[in-house]
């Protein structure tokens, strides 16, 4: 395997991610930030944050799938989120855990960054996710 998951001792714990990943493979595959939108660019899930994870995530695992890789090759993924406040947090998750298993996301998560913005490239899209892998 390409990727070992780790959270050392003395960082903060329990957390739904891991800290640190380590890729040792010699292929990098980066998934451009993926949206809410069907193959034809059609938006799904207009103004529900859960719906809204779910697709951007499904389509991550199709840019993934695309290079050989999956969920489990992932050393990190990175959520921004529109008008982020602590509150949107369960619907946030709910959206991972609706797709984890069909997916293959692992548990714990890769490191995950969420970083709040004012808004993305379009009024209706409420998060965007890219994901970086390593394969051997």
């Keep these: 395997?390409?990727?070992?998951?780790?959270?050392?001792?003395?960082?903060?714990?329990?957390?739904?991610y891991n800290h640190v990943s380590i890729g040792t493979g010699t292929r990098h595959v980066h998934v451009a930030g993926q949206i809410a939108r069907d193959?034809?660019?059609?938006p799904v899930a207009t103004g529900d944050l859960t719906?809204?994870?779910?697709?951007?995530?499904?389509?991550?695992?199709?840019?993934?799938?695309?290079?050989?890789?999956?969920?489990?090759?992932?050393?990190?993924?990175?959520?921004?989120?529109?008008?982020?406040?602590?509150?949107?947090?369960?619907?946030?998750?709910?959206?991972?855990?609706n797709v984890a298993e069909e997916l293959g996301i692992p548990r714990p998560l890769p490191p995950v960054s969420l970083i709040g913005v004012d808004y993305l490239f379009e009024p209706d899209v409420l998060v965007e996710v890219e994901a970086f892998a390593v394969l051997d």
């Design 1 to 16: 395997m390409a990727v070992q998951m780790l959270s050392p001792e003395g960082m903060m714990q329990p957390v739904p």
């Design 39 to 42: 193959a034809e660019a059609k």
């Design 51 to 97: 719906g809204q994870v779910e697709q951007a995530l499904r389509n991550t695992a199709r840019g993934l799938a695309g290079a050989g890789a999956v969920f489990t090759d992932v050393v990190r993924l990175r959520f921004f989120v529109t008008d982020w406040s602590p509150d949107k947090m369960d619907a946030f998750m709910a959206g991972i855990d």
